[in-house]
C-alpha cells in the first residue's frame, strides 16, 4: 500500500516537473515549453458612409426646377450632407442649407415678388454696365436666412462666383450668405459686379455652370449634379436679357460637360417652355424637375444601393 502511495506521487511529481521545465524543440533540457499563441483574424476596416453632395447649377429663371428636385429627393427620404450652387442654384442652395424644406421653398418661390430683387442701376451707362446693382437680391437672401452666415447653415454650404480680374472661380464658405449668393448671380450685363476684399465677382455660371468639383472638395463622395442650362441651339433669343443669357450658357457649354462627366447622378429636368428670362412660368419648372428626379430615382437608388420605392409628385400648394 505504501509502495502505491509512493508510486503515485512520484508521477504526479513527475508530470508537475514536464509542465514547468519541458523541453525545447531540439531536445535540450530546461528550455521553456513550447506555447501556441492564438492570433484573431484582423477585422476588416469600416467601409466609410456615403456622403452626398448636391451641386445645383445656373439658369437664370430656369433654377425653380431645383426646387422641385429637392421635393423628390425629400420624398424618397434621401439626405444631403453638402450643397453647392452657381447663379439660380446658389439662391435655392443657401435657402435649403439654412433648413428651409423643399415645400417650404416651393411656397417662397410662388409667392415671390421679381420687384423686391430688382433694383434698377441708374443711370443706365454706369462703367459697371449692368442694369441691376443686386443689393436687393443680397437683403433678400439674408432675410430668408435669418442673416446667417455661410458656416452656420444647417448642411455645409458652397457657393461659386468668377474672380472678375484673374477669371478664376471661388468657392465661398464663409462669410455674408447673401453677398456671396448676389457675387454668384451677377450675371455681366445685367448685374453690377460685386466687390468683395478687394476683388470684383461675377456670374459662378462662367467657371462652373454646374458645380460638381466643388461638392466633392467639400467633401462629397457621391454627387447628384442638377443640370438646368437650357440647349442653345433649342431657345429663341428675343431682346437683349435673353441674349445675354445665350451668352452665358454659349460660354459655359465646354466646362459644363466637363462637370457633368465627375457626376454620379445627373438630373436634367425637361423644360422646353421655360426661358430663362421668364419668371412667370414658376410652376412649370418646379414641376419639371420633380418630374426628372422621379425618373432618374431608380438609377440613383441604385448607386446608392437603396431598396426601390415610388412616389408619387406632391400636389404643388395653392398660390
Not at 41 to 50: D, F, G, K, N, Y
Not at 119 to 129: H, I, K, Q, S, V
Not at 227 to 243: E, F, K, L
Amino acid at each position: 500500500m505504501q509502495r502505491r502511495l509512493f508510486l503515485g506521487a512520484a508521477g504526479a511529481s513527475l508530470l508537475s516537473a514536464c509542465t514547468v521545465t519541458g523541453f525545447s524543440s531540439s531536445g535540450s533540457k530546461n528550455a521553456p515549453a513550447l506555447t501556441t499563441t492564438v492570433v484573431p483574424p484582423e477585422s476588416q476596416p469600416a467601409t466609410p458612409p456615403v456622403r452626398i453632395g448636391l451641386a445645383l447649377g445656373g439658369g437664370a429663371a430656369r433654377g425653380f426646377a431645383h426646387i422641385g428636385v429637392i421635393k423628390a429627393l425629400e420624398a424618397q427620404g434621401i439626405q444631403i450632407d453638402f450643397i453647392t450652387g452657381t447663379s439660380a442654384g446658389s439662391v435655392v442652395a443657401a435657402l435649403y442649407a439654412s433648413g428651409m424644406s423643399g415645400i417650404e421653398l416651393n411656397r417662397q418661390a410662388l409667392k415671390m415678388d421679381e420687384a423686391t430683387i430688382a433694383d434698377w442701376a441708374l443711370p443706365f451707362g454706369t462703367r459697371f454696365g449692368g442694369w441691376l446693382k443686386g443689393e436687393a437680391l443680397e437683403k433678400y437672401v439674408n432675410r430668408l436666412v435669418k442673416q446667417k452666415p455661410i458656416e452656420q447653415m444647417r448642411i455645409p454650404l458652397g457657393i461659386v462666383a468668377t474672380d472678375l480680374g484673374s477669371g478664376k472661380p471661388i468657392l465661398f464658405r464663409r462669410g455674408n450668405t447673401g453677398q456671396a449668393v448676389r457675387a454668384s448671380c451677377s450675371i455681366p450685363g445685367v448685374f453690377q459686379p460685386v466687390t468683395i476684399s478687394g476683388h470684383q465677382y461675377v456670374d459662378g455660371g462662367l467657371v462652373a455652370p454646374v458645380p460638381v468639383t466643388y461638392a466633392k472638395q467639400m467633401g462629397a463622395t457621391f454627387v447628384i449634379a442638377v443640370n438646368i442650362s437650357a440647349d442653345p441651339s433649342a431657345q429663341a433669343v428675343s431682346g437683349q436679357a435673353s441674349m445675354l443669357l445665350q451668352t452665358t450658357t454659349i460660354m459655359g457649354q465646354s466646362i459644363n460637360k466637363t462637370e457633368l462627366a465627375q457626376a454620379d447622378v445627373v438630373i436634367s429636368p425637361s423644360l422646353p417652355f421655360v426661358k430663362g428670362s421668364d419668371f412667370t412660368a414658376r410652376n412649370e419648372a418646379i414641376l419639371g424637375g420633380e418630374q426628372a428626379a422621379q425618373a432618374a430615382m431608380p438609377l440613383l437608388r441604385e448607386k446608392l444601393r437603396l431598396p426601390q420605392k415610388t412616389a408619387q409628385a406632391a400636389p404643388l400648394p395653392p398660390h
